[in-house]
């Protein structure tokens, strides 16, 4: 079974730069890794690999130093990896991205499977999946915790809900996005990390992967960004002076203040 | 005596009777002094009035060093600022208080966001330089009880995993300043005072010049915190670092940086069969310098591990270990580039293959969530142990762990570890082995089920000491010696190397006032 993980690269901190001009965030390779959700995908595709056998390829649209993460997830198991690259596909909102993944999808041929982490924790769209499978014309079940059976030509999920959780049964090709809770993601071998080094990594750009070069990068993005900014965090800690019977009458009156007039600055 | 630090004993002050090592003391009195001369006022009022003082930090130590032996308690926690930098020959120095926690030095330093508020024109000129540096910094002592404090640190002269690599703590302190308990100071500069064969002499800052003999024993060369430094033309400094508070207060400590290698990874191996994992160290230690931690961890100790993974939401995110595995071996490279790293880790599966075990049983954590993972990993273990402890002492109150600290040589350490495991087998004892194993320093950990266990775990742990003793290792390798391994010092030195180490002490604090309990027993004062 040929299965494909698509995977970002996002920041490794909090503290994120932004172009104040495209108000859009500044990657940089030493500071990035692997989107965390990613991680549980590509955990879920080796889980089915050693089932089923067959091949995990991980796909990535991103600058060229994006290799870095494709390489770390091929040190965990991906067999090799693609890369959507070219400076045509910059400034992409997610609908964009979808379309890039699906020419790189078709690039790859015969993939049975594509697995994505539930969203990426830079953006929180959580709408990758979903347009990857539409824009390929092929189902999908997202916020899938559990993959109950899986064959060459179905697989039944438990995603869920508000409510619950749902079991689902589709065909294949599919695309799933999977929760954090789905597995906990083996860590890396030794020789698991000297394969990737030298693993089989390929970039594509806008002309081999035939794009429409009126839906990739910023002229295919419907979205436009305004303005992108950092929350100011107004919260600040505290410290109660005094004896103990001070301190109480302290948090008492913080906790009346929250009841009878709602959330107090400090 | 300013008596409005002072504050009587009550249950708000309850905590402050014990640390780490769960034994509980009795004061009458505590303090939280903010600066020195608060701390010159109490010392002094206590001075005339014979009052016992205890010193203390987080008390998180595990020797019972911060338990008060009655008194009074100076706690100094309060004093937990960063107070200077400086830029000698393109290295930085820190001057902290000792109440300084070890993990805010350590985010302080490495994502260089120290707080400057009282720094001199001078410090903020150095630190200027240290944001413009484009190498990172770290210190390097690494006890795997991060909420420590630096005065903690010095005073058992701490180290951790990374000891292996880069020394205890001794070997990052550059200067202290000491309050004696008769209110006289000391400021000491490594290199400055040094004993000419066993005799030292100095100032205080008084001008009482102090002229000590010191003890005539031999410290063992293995990794040592047993008993006060004492070497043939030793740096003052490294007297009072190790001292178990039982000199003088530190009121400063001055601490140098080191560069932070590039390439931090960790390696978890595992085996299959225990027995060659001595093999495998003593290879990685001939082979390769860019280790930085060596650490073992016992078939016990990973199904405790197991257990707890399964039991505990906390453990939960633990990878798992499988079945078979009988020992697990983690080291960490520090290298400078990835070139480097690459090939410590190549040769860490040549070696493992060489032995017979597959490079394909290994956790490499390169990232800083795989790291934090593997780290998650060692702190499970000590962590799972004492939580086993602590349900099993519900029903019987009287027994603890008993945890080993001893080091020996190279050349004996197969010799004591089969003896270890011998006995623990003989007795049936339930049990759990793990630490050091690159300094040839391991904490067995003998887990009581009932009263019987824990005395002949007493009986064990005594022989060991013994033992170890008679083959030139030392009883206490790294958490001191505090008031729980008095015996063993006894054992390791003779009652008359101790004896030396009373007078030494007597130098100091001629009323016997200061930590007593710790290294040796005196029981002297009276009640504040």
Same mark, same amino acid.
């Given at each position: 079974?040929?299965?494909?993980?698509?995977?970002?690269?996002?920041?490794?901190?909090?503290?994120?730069?932004?172009?104040?001009?495209?108000?859009?965030?500044?990657?940089?390779?030493?500071?990035?890794?692997?989107?965390?959700?990613?991680?549980?995908?590509?955990?879920?595709?080796?889980?089915?690999?050693?089932?089923?056998?067959?091949?995990?390829?991980?796909?990535?649209?991103?600058?060229?130093?994006?290799?870095?993460?494709?390489?770390?997830?091929?040190?965990?198991?991906?067999?090799?990896?693609?890369?959507?690259?070219?400076?045509?596909?910059?400034?992409?909102?997610?609908?964009?991205?979808?379309?890039?993944?699906?020419?790189?999808?078709?690039?790859?041929?015969?993939?049975?499977?594509?697995?994505?982490?539930?969203?990426?924790?830079?953006?929180?769209?959580?709408?990758?999946?979903?347009?990857?499978?539409?824009?390929?014309?092929?189902?999908?079940?997202?916020?899938?915790?559990?993959?109950?059976?899986?064959?060459?030509?179905?697989?039944?999920?438990?995603?869920?809900?508000?409510?619950?959780?749902?079991?689902?049964?589709?065909?294949?090709?599919?695309?799933?996005?999977?929760?954090?809770?789905?597995?906990?993601?083996?860590?890396?071998?030794?020789?698991?990390?000297?394969?990737?080094?030298?693993?089989?990594?390929?970039?594509?750009?806008?002309?081999?992967?035939?794009?429409?070069?009126?839906?990739?990068?910023?002229?295919?993005?419907?979205?436009?960004?305004?303005?992108?900014?950092?929350?100011?965090?107004?919260?600040?800690?505290?410290?109660?002076?005094?004896?103990?019977?001070?301190?109480?009458?302290?948090?008492?009156?913080?906790?009346?203040?929250?009841?009878?007039?709602?959330?107090?600055?400090? | 005596?300013?008596?409005?630090?002072?504050?009587?004993?009550?249950?708000?002050?309850?905590?402050?009777?014990?640390?780490?090592?769960?034994?509980?003391?009795?004061?009458?009195?505590?303090?939280?002094?903010?600066?020195?001369?608060?701390?010159?006022?109490?010392?002094?009022?206590?001075?005339?009035?014979?009052?016992?003082?205890?010193?203390?930090?987080?008390?998180?130590?595990?020797?019972?060093?911060?338990?008060?032996?009655?008194?009074?308690?100076?706690?100094?926690?309060?004093?937990?600022?960063?107070?200077?930098?400086?830029?000698?020959?393109?290295?930085?120095?820190?001057?902290?208080?000792?109440?300084?926690?070890?993990?805010?030095?350590?985010?302080?330093?490495?994502?260089?966001?120290?707080?400057?508020?009282?720094?001199?024109?001078?410090?903020?000129?150095?630190?200027?330089?240290?944001?413009?540096?484009?190498?990172?910094?770290?210190?390097?002592?690494?006890?795997?009880?991060?909420?420590?404090?630096?005065?903690?640190?010095?005073?058992?002269?701490?180290?951790?995993?990374?000891?292996?690599?880069?020394?205890?703590?001794?070997?990052?302190?550059?200067?202290?300043?000491?309050?004696?308990?008769?209110?006289?100071?000391?400021?000491?500069?490594?290199?400055?005072?040094?004993?000419?064969?066993?005799?030292?002499?100095?100032?205080?800052?008084?001008?009482?010049?102090?002229?000590?003999?010191?003890?005539?024993?031999?410290?063992?060369?293995?990794?040592?915190?047993?008993?006060?430094?004492?070497?043939?033309?030793?740096?003052?400094?490294?007297?009072?670092?190790?001292?178990?508070?039982?000199?003088? %207060?530190?009121? /400063?400590?001055?601490?140098?940086? +080191? @560069?932070?290698? !590039?390439? *931090?990874?960790?390696?978890?191996? #595992?085996?299959?069969?225990?027995? %060659?994992?001595? /093999?495998?160290?003593?290879?990685? +230690? @001939?082979?390769? !310098?860019? *280790?930085?931690?060596?650490?073992? #961890?016992?078939?016990?100790?990973?199904?405790?591990?197991?257990?707890?993974?399964?039991?505990?939401?906390?453990?939960?995110?633990?990878?798992?270990?499988?079945?078979?595995?009988?020992?697990?071996?983690?080291?960490?490279?520090?290298?400078?580039?990835?070139?480097?790293?690459?090939?410590?880790?190549?040769?860490?599966?040549?070696?493992?293959?060489?032995?017979?075990?597959?490079?394909?049983?290994?956790?490499?954590?390169?990232?800083?969530?795989?790291?934090?993972?593997?780290?998650?990993?060692?702190?499970?273990?000590?962590?799972?142990?004492?939580?086993?402890?602590?349900?099993?002492?519900?029903?019987?109150?009287?027994?603890?762990?008993?945890?080993?600290?001893?080091?020996?040589?190279?050349?004996?350490?197969?010799?004591?570890?089969?003896?270890?495991?011998?006995?623990?087998?003989?007795?049936?004892?339930?049990?759990?082995?793990?630490?050091?194993?690159?300094?040839?320093?391991?904490?067995?950990?003998?887990?009581?089920?009932?009263?019987?266990?824990?005395?002949?775990?007493?009986?064990?742990?005594?022989?060991?000491?013994?033992?170890?003793?008679?083959?030139?290792?030392?009883?206490?390798?790294?958490?001191?010696?505090?008031?729980?391994?008095?015996?063993?010092?006894?054992?390791?030195?003779?009652?008359?190397?101790?004896?030396?180490?009373?007078?030494?002490?007597?130098?100091?604090?001629?009323?016997?006032?200061?930590?007593?309990?710790?290294?040796?027993?005196?029981?002297?004062?009276?009640?504040?």
């Amino acid at each position: 079974m040929k299965i494909v993980v698509c995977v970002k690269q996002v920041p490794s901190s909090n503290e994120v730069k932004l172009d104040p001009k495209t108000n859009t965030i500044i990657r940089e390779a030493d500071k990035s890794v692997i989107n965390p959700y990613d991680k549980f995908a590509i955990e879920e595709a080796l889980k089915i690999k050693d089932n089923l056998k067959g091949e995990v390829i991980a796909l990535s649209m991103g600058i060229p130093a994006t290799e870095k993460i494709l390489r770390d997830a091929m040190s965990r198991g991906c067999d090799r990896s693609v890369l959507l690259s070219d400076k045509k596909f910059a400034g992409a909102d997610t609908l964009a991205t979808a379309y890039t993944l699906s020419l790189g999808i078709k690039k790859i041929k015969n993939v049975s499977l594509i697995i994505c982490g539930k969203m990426a924790i830079d953006g929180d769209t959580a709408q990758i999946g979903p347009e990857l499978a539409e824009t390929l014309k092929i189902p999908h079940i997202t916020d899938v915790s559990e993959i109950i059976k899986i064959s060459e030509n179905e697989i039944t999920c438990r995603k869920i809900n508000d409510n619950g959780y749902s079991i689902i049964k589709m065909v294949l090709p599919a695309v799933i996005t999977v929760v954090k809770d789905i597995n906990l993601p083996r860590l890396p071998t030794i020789p698991g990390v000297l394969k990737s080094i030298h693993a089989s990594f390929e970039i594509i750009n806008a002309h081999n992967a035939t794009a429409n070069i009126n839906r990739i990068g910023s002229t295919g993005s419907p979205t436009q960004v305004i303005d992108t900014f950092i929350p100011e965090r107004k919260n600040v800690a505290i410290e109660i002076e005094g004896d103990i019977d001070k301190k109480i009458d302290f948090i008492g009156d913080i906790i009346k203040e929250i009841m009878y007039n709602g959330r107090i600055d400090n | 005596m300013q008596n409005r630090l002072i504050n009587k004993m009550n249950e708000n002050f309850a905590e402050y009777l014990r640390d780490e090592s769960r034994v509980c003391g009795n004061a009458d009195s505590i303090s939280f002094p903010k600066d020195e001369e608060s701390i010159i006022n109490i010392v002094k009022d206590a001075y005339n009035k014979n009052i016992l003082l205890t010193i203390q930090g987080a008390r998180t130590g595990l020797a019972a060093g911060a338990v008060p032996n009655g008194g009074h308690i100076i706690n100094l926690s309060k004093m937990d600022k960063i107070i200077s930098m400086k830029n000698v020959d393109e290295e930085y120095y820190l001057t902290v208080q000792p109440g300084l926690i070890l993990s805010n030095l350590i985010e302080e330093v490495e994502n260089k966001k120290i707080c400057i508020e009282n720094f001199s024109k001078e410090s903020k000129k150095a630190y200027v330089k240290f944001l413009a540096d484009k190498n990172k910094y770290f210190f390097a002592p690494d006890p795997t009880e991060k909420t420590a404090t630096l005065g903690g640190m010095v005073a058992c002269n701490a180290s951790g995993a990374k000891s292996y690599l880069y020394g205890s703590t001794r070997n990052h302190v550059t200067g202290l300043k000491i309050v004696f308990i008769d209110g006289d100071k000391l400021s000491i500069q490594r290199g400055v005072y040094k004993a000419r064969g066993r005799r030292l002499s100095f100032f205080t800052s008084e001008n009482k010049k102090i002229e000590l003999k010191l003890p005539k024993y031999e410290m063992p060369t293995t990794k040592n915190a047993s008993g006060y430094f004492i070497e043939d033309n030793m740096d003052l400094i490294d007297l009072f670092i190790g001292s178990d508070g039982t000199l003088g %207060i530190i009121t /400063e400590i001055e601490i140098k940086l +080191k @560069k932070r290698p !590039n390439i *931090i990874w960790g390696v978890n191996c #595992f085996f299959e069969k225990e027995d %060659i994992v001595i /093999e495998f160290v003593q290879e990685v +230690k @001939k082979q390769m !310098n860019c *280790i930085a931690a060596i650490e073992f #961890f016992d078939k016990n100790a990973l199904e405790i591990l197991r257990k707890q993974r399964e039991n505990s939401s906390g453990f939960s995110k633990l990878p798992s270990v499988r079945k078979e595995m009988e020992a697990s071996i983690y080291l960490e490279i520090h290298a400078d580039d990835e070139e480097k790293a690459i090939e410590a880790l190549k040769n860490i599966g040549e070696i493992m293959k060489e032995l017979g075990n597959s490079d394909e049983n290994t956790w490499v954590g390169r990232t800083d969530e795989d790291k934090n993972k593997l780290l998650l990993f060692r702190h499970a273990v000590p962590e799972s142990v004492n939580m086993l402890i602590d349900s099993r002492r519900k029903d019987n109150s009287k027994i603890t762990k008993l945890g080993t600290d001893m080091a020996v040589k190279s050349k004996d350490f197969r010799y004591i570890f089969n003896l270890y495991k011998k006995d623990l087998m003989k007795y049936n004892l339930e049990y759990a082995i793990w630490g050091h194993i690159g300094d040839n320093h391991l904490h067995v950990n003998i887990l009581p089920r009932d009263i019987n266990d824990f005395e002949i775990g007493k009986i064990l742990y005594k022989n060991w000491a013994d033992k170890v003793s008679e083959i030139g290792g030392a009883v206490s390798a790294e958490h001191g010696i505090g008031k729980i391994k008095t015996e063993f010092l006894k054992i390791m030195y003779g009652e008359e190397h101790i004896n030396e180490m009373v007078k030494l002490k007597k130098y100091f604090d001629s009323k016997e006032l200061l930590s007593i309990g710790n290294m040796f027993k005196i029981e002297k004062g009276s009640k504040y």
